[in-house]
């Protein structure tokens, strides 16, 4: 067991845990920040699609103390995203606080408010508090549907490209604003070969009503897809 009691412990390199670094640099508190890939930048490095652009602006989605790049478009893409984020780590010096390939297993509230964590390695770690910054994308979720599909089976979180998906006969399930229907886009751009407007049945967000951007009730709708993008939602 390693006593850091004199620091927090701030788990994830995203652009939350990189925020919250900066906040706790400033007021100088000591903390480690613990990050299981080996690089920065949480979503934005490991876990979108390539063609992807952020949905949210340029504007609402910068930190407030340190705005995207003047030549930056409205909505940048991932690549873009990715450097303003490294770009940020850099500004305020967090690289170094940042333990890359440091997996976080369990993490436990002691008695006198400190708490116990485990490393994917075995190690244990005591520190003096706990700030979680993991995000949740990793975390995937799958309909469970009767009968049997014999097909290929992938979630959103799982396409890369368009070539992913080419050629091949695709059923979109799922509703949750963009990250699906972007990728719906390119894949049936792709699939195909650039027609105008194709229909292709999907399904509504039927599992679950919270997740952003659409609720169809459950119910199957069909999906309208043009060059335009996904027509109904
Ligand atoms: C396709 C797509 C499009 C999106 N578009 C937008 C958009 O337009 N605008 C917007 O604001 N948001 C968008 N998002 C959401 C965006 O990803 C989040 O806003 C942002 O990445 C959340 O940052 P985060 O730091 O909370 O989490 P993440 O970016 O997920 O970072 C969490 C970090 O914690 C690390 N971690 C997790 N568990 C552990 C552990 N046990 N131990 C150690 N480290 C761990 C991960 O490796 C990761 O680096 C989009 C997401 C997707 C998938």
Known sequence: MTDRSTQMALIGAGPVGLGMAKALLEHKIPYEELEADDDLGGNWYHGVYETVHIISS???????????????????????????????????GLPKHIQFNTKVVMALPLADGKWELELATGEKRIYKG??????????????????????????????????????????????????????????????????????????????DDRVAGAHYGGEIQPVRLSRAGPQNF
């Open 130 to 207: 706990l700030i979680v910054c993991n995000g949740h994308h990793w975390h995937k979720r799958f309909p469970n549907y009767p009968g049997k599909f014999e097909g290929q089976w992938i979630h959103s979180k799982d396409y890369r490209s368009p070539a992913q998906l080419a050629g091949k006969r695709v059923l979109v399930i799922g509703g949750g604003a963009q990250r699906l229907l972007v990728s719906a886009e390119d894949v049936f751009r792709d699939s195909f070969g650039g027609d105008d407007e194709t229909v292709v049945p999907g399904v509504g967000a039927a599992a």
């Open 58 to 92: 340029r504007k609402t989605t910068e930190y407030a103390d340190y705005p995207m790049p003047e030549h930056y478009p409205d909505f940048p893409s991932r690549q873009q995203m990715l450097e303003y984020l490294r770009d940020y780590a850099e500004k305020f």
